[in-house]
C-alpha cells in the first residue's frame, strides 16, 4: 500500500502532529492544515517537541512564543475552512526534570499536553547499544527503563494523555519482536494502572503501524486491557513528522478504541476536558465537556 491509502478520512480529531518547529520535523503547519480539510479531519493538535534534558533534540529548540503565535495564527487563518487547529505540546518525560516540567506547565498554558518517553541522551536502546542490553536479559529488565518513566509520568497529574506507551518496541526491533511485549500483558498492568489512577487519557499513537514494528503504540489487545482496568480516557494520534503521515493509519485507531468499548476521545481545549466522539462526523469537532 501507498501511505496515501493508509490515511484517515473524515474523523473528528488528530491529537499528535509535529511541524517543522520540531526539531525532527519538515512540515509547515498550514500544510497539516490543507491536508486536515482535504480529508476531513475535523480538528488537530500541534504537538511540537519540547525537552528539558540539555543535549536532547528539543532542548531550547524554541521559544513558546514562537510556538503559541504560528500555531494560533493558523487556528485564525483555517477556522473558515472547517478545521480546527489546536495549540498542543508533547514534552519529554524523565523523573530527572520532573520539576522543569512542572515549572514549564505552570508558566505556559497550552491546549493539551502530551507527556511521553523517548529515547534519552546516551541510550541504552540506541542502535550501538541495544544488541548488548537485550543480551541475556529477561523482558522486564530490557523495558524496565522505558517502562520506569512511562509510570512515573503517569503518576505525575502534569499531563492530559501519556503518549505513546510502549515506543520501545520500535528500539527494541528487531532483537524483541513486539509480539514477545504483547505476549507479556503483565508489563503493561503497572503502567495501565498509573494512567487509570493519575486521571490523564492513554494515547493510542498509529505510528507504530508506518514503523517496522507493524502495529500501535499500544497495540489493540491493551487498548481492551485498559478499559478492562478501569481506563476511562483515551486520545487518538498520528504522530505525524512528514507530510506523508498525516493521519497515518488513524482510523485503525478508532477502530482499536471503539472495539474496547469507548464511545468518546478525551481531549482538552486549554480548557475543562471535553469528549470528542470517536465516530465519523462531520460535527465531532463541537463535543461536550466531562
Known amino acids: 500500500m501507498t501511505a496515501i491509502d493508509r490515511r484517515g478520512r473524515d474523523l473528528p480529531l488528530d491529537t499528535h502532529l509535529h511541524t517543522d518547529l520540531s526539531p525532527d520535523s519538515d512540515v509547515p503547519i498550514d500544510v497539516f492544515a490543507r491536508q486536515a480539510v482535504e480529508l476531513g479531519i475535523a480538528e488537530i493538535a500541534i504537538t511540537d ?19 503559541e503565535r504560528v500555531v494560533r495564527e493558523a487556528a485564525e487563518r483555517w477556522a473558515d475552512h472547517g478545521v480546527a487547529i489546536r495549540f498542543g505540546v508533547e514534552l519529554t518525560y524523565e523523573r530527572s526534570w520532573e520539576s522543569a516540567i512542572r515549572d514549564h506547565l505552570a508558566h505556559n498554558a497550552y491546549d493539551f499536553t502530551i507527556g511521553s ?24 529488565e530490557i523495558v524496565a ?29 528487531p532483537h524483541v519482536p513486539a509480539d514477545r511485549l504483547g505476549a507479556a500483558p503483565e508489563l503493561y498492568e503497572p503502567i495501565l494502572q498509573a494512567i487509570v489512577d493519575g486521571g490523564s487519557a492513554l494515547e493510542v ?12 503504540y499500544p497495540s489493540p489487545a491493551i487498548v481492551s486491557m485498559f478499559r478492562s482496568m478501569g481506563g476511562r480516557a483515551v486520545t487518538i494520534g498520528s504522530d505525524a513528522h512528514r507530510e506523508r503521515h498525516f493521519a497515518w493509519a488513524l482510523q ?22 471535553v469528549a470528542v ?12 465537556s466531562l
Open 277 to 288: 466522539a470517536a465516530t465519523s462526523t462531520p460535527n465531532a469537532v463541537a463535543g461536550r
Open 252 to 273: 485503525d485507531g478508532y477502530d482499536a478504541v471503539t472495539h474496547a468499548g469507548f464511545e468518546a476521545l478525551a481531549f482538552r481545549r486549554g480548557g475543562t476536558r
Open 145 to 173: 527503563p522505558a517502562f520506569t518513566e512511562v509510570i512515573a509520568a503517569a503518576r505525575s497529574g502534569l499531563f492530559d494523555a501519556i503518549g505513546h506507551i510502549d515506543v520501545v518496541k520500535r528500539y527494541l526491533h
Open 49 to 67: 517537541h519540547v525537552d528539558f534534558q540539555p543535549g536532547a533534540p528539543a532542548f531550547q529548540h524554541t521559544t513558546f512564543a514562537q510556538r
Open 117 to 140: 518517553w523517548h529515547e534519552p541522551v546516551d541510550s541504552v536502546y540506541a542502535p550501538r547499544r541495544v544488541a548488548a542490553w537485550v543480551a541475556g536479559k529477561s523482558l522486564s
Open 205 to 216: 499513537n498509529t505510528s507504530g503501524l508506518r514503523h517496522a514494528v507493524g502495529e500501535a
